[in-house]
């Protein structure tokens, strides 16, 4: 199964900070993430993504945000992660630092052993260096 995944983190510590996902089929997946540490939010993320700092507080931790992506994941073949640039992987290790669930710690292996940056392909098809 093919999802396509895309997050949003934290400036400095590169906490996952949201996570969205659709899969193959377009089932949808969509959750903002409470950062571990709320005092790394900075004026210049919530300017880039529109995500505030009063939302985040709000949020669900990555414990829990990434166990209810376990649940919502197919689980019957194997899986392919799609992004778009070579910084999600980071994101994913530094927010594996905070979480002590382990099915979220399954969740967030399996997106990193499986994550595939798409972006080379995509410069290539439209002709641009980015």
Request: charged share 30%; proline share 2%; aromatic share 14%.
């Amino acid at each position: 199964m093919k999802y396509y995944i895309d997050f949003e983190a934290t400036q400095f510590d590169q906490e996952i900070i949201s996570v969205g996902c659709i899969n193959e089929n377009g089932r949808e997946f969509y959750s903002l993430v409470k950062p571990h540490s709320m005092r790394k939010m900075t004026g210049f993320i919530t300017e880039l993504t529109g995500i505030t700092s009063a939302e985040l507080r709000r949020a669900d931790d990555a414990d829990d945000v990434f166990e209810r992506m376990y649940d919502y994941m197919d689980k019957s073949e194997d899986v392919r992660f799609y992004c778009y640039g070579n910084c999600d992987g980071r994101f994913v290790k530094m927010t594996m630092r905070h979480v002590t669930s382990f099915k979220a710690q399954c969740m967030l292996g399996l997106i990193y052993s499986s994550l595939i940056d798409v972006s080379p392909e995509m410069s290539e098809i439209f002709k641009t260096n980015q």
